[in-house]
């Protein structure tokens, strides 16, 4: 008989991880981020469940500040998929008018963490998936798939549960949660060559073309609609770019590439390498930012 | 720096869908690396993703700043800081059982759990070699075989892990002496043979140079083996064997999205499927054949295990989350009571009695411990006497469940033996993962102990007596006055032509239970064997009166959990310490505060007071006979008792 591939393996380990879920929570939801990762998540959602739709909604905590080709995709995955589509705002960043040019990491901290604990509260969701990997990062490398959080949505790293075997302890007291990462054994090759051998649809942005952009911080950025405060007589140039994350357009460094496809994105990324979340500023602090991110409830 | 082949650098750029193509094809391996810091494992592991070019540029330069700045290899490249880490967390005490470690070469992708070799090495060791397929034993070529070499070797057989390669490490240090080496591996072997490894690689290595890592080493020209990496990625991890046995599937989700379509989702534990298959859904033994193996890429012919489908029947029989569909010929067996080895992973030890959920495949139970047959010191192998289990401790004990579990023993991997063997045990009041397990085998005991079903049930006995049986519970503090109301309460009873029973320390403590003392885990036997006794008195129709402090809500809930509904009244004397240590009726309080009574309630052990009971009752402000009236009150006036 024919051995499992790598990647056949992968997916029966996240459906396994998505169904043991589903079944021991009350309320669960789905994190939808729209960038790959959560493509990904939302593919296997479909085959754990299929020919139901996933019991679940999903859920975008919107910051208002992403790519206008991520929400014209947002809309479309959730309708293909059969699910339901949740998008929170946190109506006081909104009132605040909060935004990645004059406020720095509250940006990230009211949209995304807070914005993110509201929903889950406004909803009493008592399990949330979302896309993380371990290998994005060291700190990652240790984390569980199944994670606990208190009543406060706070992450005790003292208190997690060892996981053995394929047997996750799913048990919890009222108002405790659990987030779920369906992809933590996934690296970001494998995604993209998943991608690739399952033909998902993905954000063209992924994708190289020419689009008008910036400098910042020695970082290329998009000027993806014309709230990007320019310079006074500052004109965006004209560049091939194509993007390894998605986020907030302004906080989100592009990469200068004439990768058009799938495999040639995957052949500039095996061939020259600088490790994932670099281009993303809201690692560019101290190493244990994600540490403290995570505590305070962030992903 | 050591040449490789794992970066086909020419594919990637003359041809890249023809890359990604034989890529798709790449099969995956799990293994756990076994060893401390001095013995090069992090140098190790750092060398392997470095080898595989899983190091990314902006990583590797600063790789070369660090190991510079503070490295201990001087001017060369330290591994070790790729993987390090762990330290600095650990002194912020964070858990860290296992941190996992990606690479793929060619032919393979890799998942390293690498564990940290201090203290909490059993508990650590036996979270990453529970799903790992190899074992890479490291030896520091200077120092041998050590305490914990054995110990590692233990662990990793006692989890079924049936590939293990000795790495004798830092042959560079002992100038790649081919005899140290021969007397490393001979000694290995007796000590292999004697906890039943039955085979493993040896390899001379250096983790820090490079030998026989990715590349065939110049130094060893003794060595005709093959590499690391090169075992690595072809070392069989056995499908086979799993595809070999009889099928078995976990049920994780019954998929009903309209009335027309019913299928049961799952992973395949062992065996194979394919529509028209005889199956047996156990444990309720119905059977019916295979219609479909649905999956969103179509149904398939046949599926092996490790494959996540969902299953269809001929015929609609029940069948739902935590059963498992077997092969009609040949399916597993149900039992309630079981030989176990159970690796302690909680800070609070073993409570033998005490009711914990057991999570076993996708079921779901409860079950109760027994003291242990003994336990394994994991240093010298050998067995010791024990009455309970620490954190990290390692035993044999006899395992009860409330509901039949479908099971295979842990090491019969063809049936699928990891799947429905080995389990967790989860604490019901803090919902910790307090221990994990390996089935042996089943106990014939309760299988030969069929339960007589009586023609004069429970029902007739009640309604003979004209009243509704129950187990009326007090617990207390000592000299709350739990006695004197219960006797009380009986004496009321009686006199309404009741048929009661009074459990209580005189009655018990000499007789059923003089065999037990006051420590926590024979307080916990002492109050389970009460409860099944009120169990069968309930049974015989009586109403049951028991008095005893049952300190712990554990215990308290699993008596609850052993009646049915309304049938356990929980009585709380709530009399605060100071005044039942001012009325010290046996004059105990005395003795427990001159330390003269170990483990006495209130003092030196702890009384866990009930959050929800159905009566309270205050003795600060009544009387034994006003609270006895309350008691009684409740009973009848709200249809308790008719």
Redesign the interface.
């Known amino acids: 008989m024919k051995k499992h591939t790598h990647l056949k393996q992968l997916e029966y380990e996240s459906i396994q991880i998505l169904r043991e879920a589903a079944a021991e929570s009350e309320n669960p939801v789905m994190l939808y981020s729209v960038g790959k990762d959560s493509a990904v998540m939302l593919h296997l959602a479909k085959k754990a469940f299929f020919p139901s739709p996933p019991p679940f909604p999903l859920l975008h905590v919107d910051t208002t500040w992403k790519f206008q080709e991520m929400y014209k995709l947002r809309e479309k995955a959730a309708k293909d998929a059969g699910m339901e589509l949740l998008v929170h705002k946190n109506q006081e960043a909104v009132d605040k008018g909060i935004n990645p040019f004059d406020h720095g990491s509250l940006h990230t901290d009211m949209w995304k963490t807070e914005g993110l604990k509201q929903a889950l509260d406004k909803h009493g969701f008592d399990l949330a998936f979302g896309g993380a990997r371990r290998d994005e990062e060291k700190s990652r490398a240790k984390e569980r798939i199944f994670s606990f959080r208190s009543k406060n949505h706070g992450w005790d790293p003292k208190n997690q549960r060892p996981e053995l075997w394929s047997l996750y302890n799913t048990r919890k007291n009222k108002g405790e949660s659990i987030r779920v990462f369906p992809l933590s054994n996934w690296t970001e090759l494998d995604i993209w060559q998943y991608i690739y051998m399952e033909n998902i649809e993905i954000v063209p942005l992924y994708l190289s073309e020419m689009r008008p952009t910036v400098e910042r911080d020695g970082m290329i950025v998009m000027v993806d609609d014309d709230r990007f405060p320019l310079e006074p007589g500052e004109v965006p140039v004209q560049r091939s770019i194509r993007f390894r994350t998605l986020g907030c357009y302004p906080l989100t460094g592009a990469v200068e590439s004439t990768a058009k496809t799938l495999p040639e994105v995957i052949q500039e990324m095996l061939l020259t390498t600088t490790s994932e979340r670099q281009g993303r500023a809201i690692d560019k602090d101290a190493s244990a930012t994600m540490e403290k991110k995570k505590q305070e409830g962030y992903f | 720096m050591t040449d490789n082949a794992y970066r086909p650098?020419a594919l990637?750029?003359e041809n890249?869908?023809e890359?990604?193509n034989t890529?798709?094809?790449?099969?995956?391996l799990r293994f756990i690396t076994c060893g401390s810091v001095d013995d090069g494992k992090s140098t190790l592991i750092g060398r392997l993703l470095y080898d595989s070019k899983m190091i990314?540029?902006?990583?590797l330069a600063a790789l070369e700043d660090e190991s510079k700045a503070g490295g201990t290899q001087g001017q060369d490249i330290d591994f070790a800081l790729l993987v390090d880490?762990?330290a600095a967390?650990r002194e912020?005490?964070?858990?860290?059982?296992?941190?996992?470690?990606?690479f793929?070469t060619e032919k393979?992708?890799f998942?390293v759990a690498?564990t940290p070799g201090h203290e909490q090495y059993t508990?650590n060791m036996?979270?990453g070699a529970?799903?790992s397929q190899l074992a890479v034993i490291l030896i520091d070529a200077r120092k041998g075989i050590l305490t914990q070499t054995r110990r590692h070797s233990y662990l990793v057989n006692l989890l079924g892990i049936k590939n293990i390669v000795l790495a004798v490490n830092k042959m560079d240090l002992v100038d790649y002496d081919q005899a140290t080496y021969d007397q490393i591996v001979s000694d290995y072997r007796v000590f292999a043979d004697s906890i039943g490894i039955a085979e493993f690689t040896a390899m001379p290595i250096s983790g820090f140079k490079g030998d026989n890592i990715a590349s065939v080493s110049e130094n060893t020209p003794w060595y005709n083996g093959i590499t690391l990496m090169n075992h690595l990625e072809t070392v069989d991890v056995g499908?086979?064997v799993r595809?070999s046995g009889p099928l078995r599937f976990p049920v994780?989700?019954v998929?009903?999205?309209n009335l027309d379509?019913r299928?049961f989702?799952?992973?395949i534990a062992s065996g194979?499927v394919k529509p028209g298959d005889e199956i047996r859904v156990l444990p309720s033994g119905k059977t019916s054949t295979i219609k479909s193996i649905?999956?969103?890429?179509g149904d398939l012919e046949q599926a092996?295990a490790?494959?996540?489908v969902?299953l269809t029947f001929n015929d609609e029989i029940d069948c739902s989350?935590g059963d498992v569909i077997c092969a009609a010929a040949d399916p597993a067996e149900a039992a309630d009571s079981f030989e176990a080895t159970l690796v302690w992973?909680d800070e609070h030890e073993m409570l033998p009695g005490r009711s914990y959920?057991m999570?076993?495949g996708?079921q779901s139970v409860n079950a109760t411990v027994q003291h242990p047959k003994y336990r394994v010191d994991v240093n010298s192998i050998e067995q010791l006497a024990a009455k309970t289990l620490q954190l990290n401790d390692i035993g044999v004990c006899s395992l009860t469940t409330d509901k039949r579990v479908v099971f295979e023993s842990y090491n019969d991997i063809a049936r699928g033996g990891?799947?429905l063997g080995?389990?967790?045990l989860?604490d019901k009041m803090t919902?910790?993962?307090v221990a994990?397990g390996m089935l042996n085998f089943a106990l014939r005991r309760s299988d030969n102990v069929h339960w007589q079903a009586t023609e004069v049930d429970r029902t007739a006995h009640a309604n003979l007596k004209n009243q509704k049986p129950m187990v009326l519970w007090f617990t207390g503090l000592s000299g709350s006055g739990k006695s004197t109301i219960a006797n009380e309460v009986e004496k009321k009873l009686h006199l309404m032509n009741r048929h009661t029973f009074l459990l209580d320390g005189d009655n018990v403590r000499h007789g059923l239970n003089k065999d037990l003392g006051f420590t926590e885990a024979d307080r916990v036997e002492n109050i389970r064997r009460i409860g099944e006794v009120s169990k069968l008195m309930v049974e015989a129709g009586l109403i049951v009166l028991t008095a005893f402090i049952s300190p712990f809500r554990g215990e308290r809930r699993m008596v609850r959990e052993m009646l049915p509904e309304a049938e356990f009244v929980e009585i709380y004397i709530e009399t605060p310490l100071e005044v039942a240590e001012k009325r010290d009726v046996k004059g105990l309080y005395k003795k427990a505060r001159a330390g003269e009574l170990k483990n006495f309630t209130g003092i030196d052990s702890p009384y866990e007071a009930p959050t929800n009971p159905e009566i309270r009752l205050d003795t600060t402000t009544q009387t034994p006979e006003e609270a006895a009236q309350k008691v009684i009150a409740w009973l009848f006036d709200s249809s308790n008792q008719s």
């Open positions: 650098d990637i750029a890249v869908e890359y990604l890529h798709l094809e790449k099969t995956m990314f540029e902006d990583q880490g762990l967390e912020q005490g964070i858990t860290i059982d296992v941190a996992y470690r990606f793929a393979r992708k998942i690498d508990r036996v979270t529970s799903d499908e086979d595809q994780q989700w998929n009903r999205p379509f299928g989702s799952g992973q194979v649905v999956t969103m890429d092996s490790g494959a996540s969902t989350r992973m959920v999570k076993i996708t990891h799947e080995g389990f967790i989860i919902n910790a993962t994990a």
